[in-house]
Structure formats: structure tokens, C-alpha cells
């Protein structure tokens, strides 16, 4: 079979995540194949201890689509994805987690989106996690949104879709991908909203907890407030550098 050069992209960062690959790969490829467009589905491995590695691997050798790349070490969601995105060729590049928290079957929900707008994120309005996870997972958003002046109700869930464009102008850093669509706004990109699923994880442990997730996202949100206050800001009237002889 030959493969065409994909349209669309799937990016998913994979940190020990064994028992979910074959899954996740199995209702991926049944919610894409009847769309009709050719895609990839990137599955970058953050380091696993597990045999995530080798899962994706399998997958790969049955479909061709499913791609590989590893890292030699973890080193953390958002470089994982960074390097998903760098490897992607589709124009339009979606991601989710590897978990299955989030469900392949909304990806046509978002692309619908997708010629009106650059960034759609999905919103997950019924959370499937521990009361603890959903209070603190509100008053983060709450948070963020206040201080980075953001409106969109749940930043934090990886299953969005974007136009390839929106990657060209911002460098990534650690703790990054909780932010992409602010990011992408401040360029001048537009976001819209759709709500999707949202399901308890069944295998596999969470990768964060209250302690490593609170402080260090909120670091980084005080990152992005300054950028954004700090961006640059202006409109050239005349420019006579080029023409002084
Ligand atoms: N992940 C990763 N590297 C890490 C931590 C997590 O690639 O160092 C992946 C993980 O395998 C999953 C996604 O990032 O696909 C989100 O992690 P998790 O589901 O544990 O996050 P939570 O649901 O707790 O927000
Ligand atoms: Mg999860």
C-alpha cells in the first residue's frame, strides 16, 4: 500500500503508558478511516519504563500510519509533543492524551471547525476524575484565566486541533502545552470551543498529582501573564531605513 502525504496529523505524548496503546491505536484508526483523508498518527515515547515502546512499534508494523519517535529519557509531556510537532506534515494537527481520558471519536468534532478557525480546543464540561482533581482542576482555570486574561473554559485538556501555521512563530518550553492557545492568540490566531468527552482512565496511573502539577503550572502561568503583558505592541508610520543613499 502506498501512503499518500498525510493531511492530518496526530500527536500523543506517551510516558508508561503500555496497556492503553493498542486501544487507543484500534479506536483511533476507527474514527479516522471513514473521514477519507490520509493521516499519520505520531506517538512520541517520553522515555517509557514500560513496554510503550514496543506497543507502538507493533502498531506500526500493522499500519503503517502509526509513526514512532523516542526519547532517550523522559523529559516531560511538553517536549514530547514538541517533538510530535516538529515531525508532523498533515495541516492540521490534533493531539490527545494517551490515556484514553479523551475519546479519537470527538476528532471529527473538531476538524468540523477547522477551515473557520485555527485552534479548536476541546471542552471537557463533564470531568471523569477523582472530586479532587475536578475542584482543583476548576479553581485552576479559574485562576489562569484571570490572570493571563484568557477566556477559554478548559485550557488544560490535550484534545485540540490546530492549523499548522500556529506552530511556526512560538518556541515551546516546559509546561508549555498547558498553554498553546493563549500562545497561538497573542499571534493573532483564533480559538473556539466544542465540548467533548471525558472518561475515567482505566489503566495506567496518572502522571500528575496535586503537589508536581499546582506550584509548577502556576510558574508557568505567571510566565505567560508577563509575556503577554510584555509583548510587543506597535505600528510603523514610515520606514526610510532601506531608502537612505
Ligand atoms: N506524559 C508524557 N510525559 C510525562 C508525563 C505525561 O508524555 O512526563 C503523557 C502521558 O502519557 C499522557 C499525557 O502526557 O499521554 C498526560 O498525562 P496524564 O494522563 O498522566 O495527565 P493527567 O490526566 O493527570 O492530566
Ligand atoms: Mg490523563
Redesign the pocket.
Known amino acids: 500500500m502506498e501512503i499518500q502525504p498525510p493531511e492530518l496529523s496526530v500527536v500523543?505524548?506517551?510516558?508508561?503508558?503500555e496497556e492503553n496503546i493498542p486501544i487507543l491505536v484500534r479506536e483511533l484508526e476507527e474514527a479516522l478511516n471513514p473521514l477519507g483523508k490520509e493521516y499519520e498518527i505520531i506517538m512520541?515515547d517520553?522515555g517509557s519504563r514500560d513496554r510503550s515502546l514496543e506497543r507502538i512499534r507493533e502498531a506500526g508494523r500493522k499500519n503503517p500510519r502509526v509513526r514512532a519517535i523516542s526519547f532517550e529519557a523522559?523529559?516531560?509531556?511538553t517536549a514530547?509533543m514538541d517533538a510530535g510537532f516538529r515531525s508532523a506534515r498533515g495541516d492540521v494537527i490534533v493531539t490527545l492524551?494517551?490515556?484514553l481520558?479523551n475519546s479519537p471519536r470527538d476528532i471529527p468534532l473538531l476538524l468540523e471547525k477547522i477551515p473557520e478557525y485555527d485552534i479548536v480546543c476541546g471542552w471537557r464540561a463533564e470531568r471523569n476524575?477523582p472530586w479532587i482533581?475536578r475542584i482543583s482542576s476548576r479553581i485552576a482555570n479559574s485562576v489562569r484565566n484571570a490572570l493571563s486574561h484568557e477566556e477559554i473554559k478548559d485550557i488544560?485538556c490535550?484534545l485540540k486541533a490546530y492549523k499548522r501555521e500556529c506552530f511556526q512563530k512560538v518556541k515551546l518550553y516546559n509546561g508549555m502545552h498547558r498553554f498553546l492557545p493563549t500562545l497561538f492568540k497573542m499571534e493573532g490566531f483564533r480559538a473556539v470551543e466544542v465540548r467533548v468527552g471525558h472518561f475515567p482512565?482505566r489503566h495506567?496511573?496518572?502522571?500528575?498529582n496535586i503537589r508536581n502539577?499546582v506550584f509548577r503550572s502556576f510558574v508557568d502561568l505567571l510566565a505567560v501573564r508577563w509575556m503577554k503583558k510584555r509583548q510587543l505592541n506597535y505600528r510603523v508610520r514610515e520606514d526610510l531605513s532601506d531608502k537612505g543613499e
Do not use: F
Open positions: 500523543i505524548p506517551v510516558y508508561n503508558e512520541v517520553d523522559n523529559a516531560g509531556q514530547a492524551d494517551a490515556d481520558q476524575d482533581r488544560a490535550s482512565r495506567g496511573t496518572a502522571k500528575y502539577r
